[in-house]
């Protein structure tokens, strides 16, 4: 049962293994504002990432989410600069979930395979984003918005706050909940959640809507942080949060999953990107090597599966010897 | 008679929409008409559709590959490296080769290690892209008056286009595969019912290796006309390949969860498409709207194709009730 548990939340002892060697080896590793600067970073990723844990545990994908932070972010920037801060933080909310319906109704209500539907938005909410502004780049002044991405409450960020507060909420959603459990029966099983009469269609569109909110949130902390809308921002952004909610041990197949462990390989990944600029990756070569994470990541439960059949194996051999 | 339009009714309809769409262009753009932008379409049609063709297969067998602009990036690079050093005839062969290489990766990670295909060739795209950036080195490799790669995109053979020679070369090959070899329908058995086809005796993992190593080779031969066409190898060519490809596929009438694959269809597709392109350029239509229209294109495509898998699956059901 111990061993169990230490396999699930690997990626916690990875983190601080990998901190603790950090905090000994750079010096600049330690400063404040670094530390500081990877929760912020942690967190743009890791909000859009809470959505997605959702999405992966009922075994779908969003790619969209990206151009989903270059379409939200122009318009948020278009309506600050003329409705004023509240009413444009809203309206960015109330279109991320619109994006978000657009992906669910399609997915659930004509049965179509996730990934290629995103794959549609992916190019045309972009595709959006560039007309309604013609490629040009929207400068953000309100002071009370920007702190948004750059404040700080005490000694932490104001993102990690927003990061924190909806990562506990999202984890009472999923485990707390009709709907939460609604989600991870999906990934298990959707045969069996159609015959014991949960209405499937209704919880993976409200899936999707839930990722359109998060990405909604995780477009102000972004672009917040770099005070300007720009149509170009975030083209990795769906890869990045796949990767922290794999990296988070969540299954790719569905069903199984955490919101705690999302948040914390939000924070690793942070850390490892953090440390390739510390030591002066080449930026070609740090793709490369998010991608091999990635790959690692996904073939984890592989590993993991042929350890378990390897110490069944064994134990076989002993009994049958006996 | 009546049956052989029902049977072909995906393909006509297409053919009507491009007709029809051929006819407003030309109407409200004279330009259309004339023999020069025909061929010029035919050459653009060439450039998605061999790939298409390849992603057919994929398709078929139940996966599919969204390495393929990547795929089409490195082979130009490694095309242009091997061509100013060591000649053409070598360059081509590399390309092959290192295509091939990408293939069999692609298809071991998919069934060795047991990620599904799109979250596997997610990863490949990234790792390929990074390998061709940095083997290009963030540059343009220029291949100026190398007059056997230029024929591949502008030497005809007794007046026609080679690209088109090529295009109907491959598409004759693939239809002979795909519907008169045993190879064919064993992906097609693979595609429609893996486990069914495993115990039967088909070896599932090679023909999924296959099918990935057949899309990684006519990609090759997109790459081939392409370089051809931009006289470079660029590493950043290709970015859109994969929408491109994967909404020919499906608006030709390829079933996305697999088993029933369409050649003809995916042919009169890419040639559909490809008088969308031309007809919006040609009335000096902003390329953003371009990307959003066949985005637009892709989602009503799956709607569509959403919509027959469901009357399908419901047939299926009716006959087992029987």
Redesign the interface.
């Known amino acids: 049962m111990k061993k169990i548990n230490i396999g699930k939340h690997a990626v916690v002892l990875i983190l601080i293994i990998f901190w603790i060697v950090m905090y000994a080896m750079s010096s600049s590793f330690r400063l404040g504002d670094n530390l500081k600067s990877i929760l912020r970073e942690a967190s743009m990723t890791g909000i859009a990432a809470l959505g997605m844990t959702f999405i992966i545990i009922m075994g779908d994908f969003d790619l969209s989410i990206g151009s989903m932070v270059a379409l939200l972010g122009i318009v948020m920037a278009g309506f600050m600069n003329s409705a004023g801060l509240i009413p444009s933080l809203v309206i960015v909310c109330a279109i991320g979930v619109v994006c978000g319906f657009i992906n669910g109704v399609i997915i659930a209500y004509f049965n179509v395979p996730a990934f290629i539907t995103t794959l549609g938005t992916y190019y045309s909410f972009r595709a959006m984003a560039y007309i309604l502004n013609d490629a040009n780049t929207i400068i953000c002044t309100n002071p009370v918005f920007l702190k948004i991405g750059s404040g700080s409450i005490g000694v932490i960020p104001v993102p990690f706050i927003i990061f924190i507060v909806l990562g506990v909420i999202g984890c009472i959603v999923l485990n707390r909940t009709v709907y939460g459990r609604n989600v991870r029966a999906l990934g298990n099983s959707e045969k069996a959640c159609k015959i014991s009469g949960i209405n499937t269609k209704k919880v993976k569109m409200l899936a999707f809507m839930l990722m359109g909110l998060c990405t909604a949130v995780s477009t102000m902390v972004i672009t917040a942080r770099q005070a300007c809308a720009s149509t170009d921002v975030a083209t990795n952004f769906h890869f990045d949060a796949i990767t922290v909610v794999v990296l988070g041990g969540t299954k790719l197949t569905g069903g199984e999953g955490s919101i705690f462990n999302t948040i914390i390989a939000a924070i690793l990944y942070a850390t490892i990107s953090n440390c390739l600029n510390l030591y002066h990756v080449d930026a070609k070569w740090q793709r490369i090597c998010m991608g091999l994470i990635l790959l690692m990541a996904f073939s984890f439960g592989f590993i993991q599966q042929l350890i378990v059949k390897m110490r069944e194996n064994s134990q076989k051999k002993i009994t049958q010897n006996a | 008679m009546k049956r052989l339009i029902m049977k072909h009714s995906d393909n006509l309809s297409l053919g009507a929409v491009i007709i029809i769409l051929f006819a407003v262009f030309s109407v409200m753009q004279p330009n259309m008409m004339t023999a020069f932008n025909i061929k010029n379409i035919l050459v653009q049609v060439s450039l998605t559709a061999i790939a298409a063709a390849g992603m057919t297969f994929a398709y078929t067998a139940g996966v599919f590959d969204m390495s393929i602009g990547s795929i089409l990036a490195l082979v130009s690079v490694v095309l242009a490296k091997v061509a100013t050093t060591s000649g053409v005839f070598p360059a081509v062969v590399a390309a092959f080769v290192i295509a091939v290489i990408a293939g069999v990766v692609n298809g071991l990670?998919v069934t060795k290690?047991?990620?599904?295909a799109?979250?596997?060739t997610?990863?490949?795209m990234?790792?390929i892209?990074?390998?061709a950036?940095?083997m290009a080195n963030?540059a343009d490799i220029p291949l100026y008056s190398m007059e056997s790669i230029k024929f591949l995109s502008s030497g005809t053979i007794a007046g026609i286009p080679f690209p088109i020679i090529l295009t109907v070369f491959v598409y004759v090959c693939s239809y002979i595969i795909y519907y008169k070899t045993a190879f064919g329908m064993k992906l097609r058995s693979v595609g429609s019912n893996a486990e069914a086809s495993k115990i039967s005796g088909i070896k599932t993992d090679r023909m999924i290796i296959a099918a990935f190593t057949m899309t990684a080779v006519t990609a090759v031969l997109s790459s081939l006309i392409k370089t051809a066409q931009v006289m470079f190898g660029k590493a950043t060519i290709g970015e859109?390949f994969?929408?491109d490809v994967?909404?020919t596929v499906?608006l030709g009438g390829t079933l996305?969860?697999g088993g029933k694959g369409n050649l003809t269809g995916t042919l009169t597709a890419s040639i559909l498409i490809a008088v969308i392109k031309n007809g919006l350029n040609i009335n000096n239509v902003?390329s953003?709207?371009q990307?959003?229209v066949?985005?637009?294109i892709?989602?009503f495509a799956?709607?569509v194709?959403?919509?027959k898998?469901?009357k399908n699956e419901r047939q299926i059901r009716r006959e087992g009730e029987f």
Do not use: E
């Open positions: 990670i290690l047991k990620i599904q799109f979250a596997a997610l990863v490949t990234i790792l892209r990074g390998i950036v940095l963030g859109d994969a929408l994967m909404t499906i996305v969860t902003n953003y709207y990307q959003l066949i985005g637009m892709l989602i799956l709607i194709n959403g919509i898998a469901m």
